[in-house]
T-cell receptor, first 111, second 113 residues
Framework: GEDVEQSLFLSVREGDSSVINCTYTDSSSTYLYWYKQEPGAGLQLLTYIFSNMDMKQDQRLTVLLNKKDKHLSLRIADTQTGDSAIYFCAESIDGYNKLIFGAGTRLAVHP | DAGVTQSPTHLIKTRGQQVTLRCSPKSGHDTVSWYQQALGQGPQFIFQYYEEEERQRGNFPDRFSGHQFPNYSSELNVNALLLGDSALYLC????????????FGPGTRLTVT
């Protein structure tokens, strides 16, 4: 079945690394995504990873994919107050761009 | 290069009424998907339009319908509004065959009273 789960809340200190975790159930996922949503705004595509990859790095962002355990993580290095937002994990399981989202992880960055 | 745009930004309707939301895709994109995001939840897929036809549909009743125009813009219509339809409605666009890049608009906040 289609299900994506995330922890609901993460609090980190400014300058530390943040790690947001996600698990998914559908082994036929083709791409996995991380989106960011700031208050009152739409979703911003942060990064994506193809299902045959283990890792992808993009500036401060590192995505790790463990396909065996169906586990995806997003690491944000040197977390800043501007990173405070809700982060959504999503998967697409077919060729038509239908995305299945988790409930989102609220990241709070404090001084 | 304009991104995905949606109108209106906010909308207040009464239970039982009908509403139409509009979306213009990112320049060069030909596929439009609609999502409903209830407060505190992740977006839920409503349906997707490609070549002016509904190609995929999520678990939403027939009260939710849509349309895609020849210029790729799209409308979402909801009939017989219920209080539970109150949500942020998000439009996303992509280019057929490039499934890993789907961009979202700012959304329309619908409140049903």
């Amino acid at each position: 079945g289609e299900d994506v789960e995330q922890s609901l809340f993460l609090s980190v200190r400014e300058g530390d690394s943040s790690v947001i975790n996600c698990t998914y159930t559908d082994s036929s996922s083709t791409y996995l995504y991380w989106y960011k949503q700031e208050p009152g705004a739409g979703l911003q595509l942060l990064t994506y990873i193809f299902s045959n990859m283990d890792m992808k790095q993009d500036q401060r962002l590192t995505v790790l994919l463990n396909k065996k355990d169906k586990h995806l993580s997003l690491r944000i290095a040197d977390t800043q107050t501007g990173d405070s937002a809700i982060y959504f994990c999503a998967e697409s399981i077919d060729g038509y761009n239908k995305l299945i989202f988790g409930a989102g992880t609220r990241l709070a960055v404090h001084p | 290069d304009a991104g995905v745009t949606q109108s209106p930004t906010h909308l207040i309707k009464t239970r039982g009424q009908q509403v139409t939301l509009r979306c213009s895709p990112k320049s060069g994109h030909d596929t439009v998907s609609w999502y409903q995001q209830a407060l505190g939840q992740g977006p839920q897929f409503i349906f997707q339009y490609y070549e002016e036809e509904e190609r995929q549909r999520g678990n939403f009743p027939d009260r939710f319908s849509g349309h895609q125009f020849p210029n790729y813009s799209s409308e979402l219509n909801v009939n017989a509004l219920l209080l539970g339809d109150s949500a942020l409605y998000l439009c996303a666009s992509s280019l057929e065959g490039i499934i890993y890049e789907q961009y979202f608009g700012p959304g329309t906040r619908l409140t049903v009273t």
